[in-house]
């Protein structure tokens, strides 16, 4: 597996990291070429791109499903398979363990930050989401029962930090973090979700699944009806989804062997997408 920074194309050729195993998450850094990423064995890694050194290795009693910055590029989350959300300070040259936290009563799944105001959220397997606020230490600000009983499987925040989306194992919802309340739920004729992400201006949401649809919501019109998107070939199930920073333009993709990743456009002509 390989991380590729094709930010350099225009001065040469891209900066290639080289992974031993297939990656679980990957999270890009504030901080110019620092990139995290999970894998399937218990090791998370923090990647220099700018300098291409050795990674600097975060290891773990278990799985690791998720990793995310905090507020501070110096500071990294971990969420892992033992119920536990670990906090790492980087270094020049090296990483140190911070503080475990063990309020989770499954195992955590997912991780979101808002960047700007130190809260992160973490995301479990008995459907609770914990909001904690993480500068020098972290502290627990509440628990919410999002999903009684429904692992949490993603958490995307949305561009105004007010709302998440959510996806669980039967179910993809805006939630408003303000009132920790459902505001909506996306539905489609989809037997299974298996990615979702919030567009860079936050109007739309887009859902990949299972048996490799691709539906997308407009989040100023709630009552509208999914749009199902027939430009994509062929795929298998979609694994993974990321949307342009600035452009209107997303990127697709199927962990099937041989499957070309699917770039799409979004056109503002198209009313009903």
């Known amino acids: 597996m390989t991380i590729v920074d094709w930010s350099t194309t225009s001065r040469g050729p891209p900066k290639v990291a080289l992974l031993p195993v297939?990656?679980?998450?990957?999270?890009?850094?504030?901080?110019s070429g620092l990139h995290l990423t999970s894998t399937v064995t218990s090791v998370s890694r923090v990647w220099s791109l700018e300098r291409l050194a050795p990674p600097l290795t975060l290891p773990h009693p278990c799985f690791v499903?998720?990793?995310?910055?905090?507020?501070?590029?110096?500071?990294?989350?971990?969420?892992?398979?033992?119920?536990?959300?670990?906090?790492?300070?980087?270094?020049?040259?090296?990483?140190?363990?911070v503080e475990e936290?063990?309020?989770?009563?499954?195992?955590?799944?997912?991780?979101?930050?808002?960047?700007?105001?130190?809260?992160?959220?973490?995301?479990?397997?008995?459907?609770?989401?914990?909001?904690?606020?993480?500068?020098?230490?972290?502290?627990?600000q509440r628990k919410v029962k999002v999903a009684e009983g429904e692992s949490i499987l993603q958490i995307t925040l949305h561009n105004a930090g007010?709302?998440?989306?959510?996806?669980t194992?039967?179910?993809?919802?805006?939630?408003?973090?303000?009132?920790?309340?459902?505001?909506?739920?996306?539905?489609?004729?989809?037997v299974y979700a298996c990615c979702s992400l919030i567009s860079p201006c936050g109007t739309l949401v887009f859902s990949g699944t299972k048996d490799?649809?691709?539906?997308?919501?407009?989040?100023?019109?709630?009552?509208?009806?999914?749009?199902?998107?027939?430009?994509?070939?062929?795929?298998?199930?979609?694994?993974?989804?990321?949307?342009h920073p600035v452009e209107h333009v997303i990127v697709i993709s199927s962990v099937a062997s041989h499957q070309p990743m699917a770039v799409l456009v979004y056109e503002n002509s198209m009313n009903n997408t």
């Open 22 to 31: 297939p990656l679980q998450t990957v999270c890009a850094g504030r901080r």
């Open 212 to 243: 490799g649809c691709l539906y997308a919501w407009r989040t100023d019109v709630p009552e509208a009806q999914p749009v199902r998107v027939t430009c994509l070939q062929k795929m298998d199930s979609i694994s993974s989804m990321a949307f």
């Open 65 to 97: 499903y998720g990793v995310q910055f905090a507020a501070s590029a110096a500071i990294v989350c971990t969420a892992a398979y033992d119920t536990c959300l670990r906090v790492w300070r980087l270094h020049e040259g090296s990483v140190d363990l």
């Open 169 to 190: 194992v039967n179910q993809l919802v805006m939630f408003d973090l303000r009132i920790d309340k459902v505001v909506h739920c996306y539905t489609s004729s989809s």
């Open 162 to 167: 007010k709302k998440a989306l959510i996806r």
């Open 101 to 140: 936290l063990r309020e989770h009563k499954g195992l955590v799944n997912c991780l979101a930050s808002d960047g700007s105001r130190s809260t992160l959220y973490s995301c479990d397997s008995v459907g609770e989401m914990c909001v904690w606020t993480i500068n020098e230490s972290a502290q627990l």
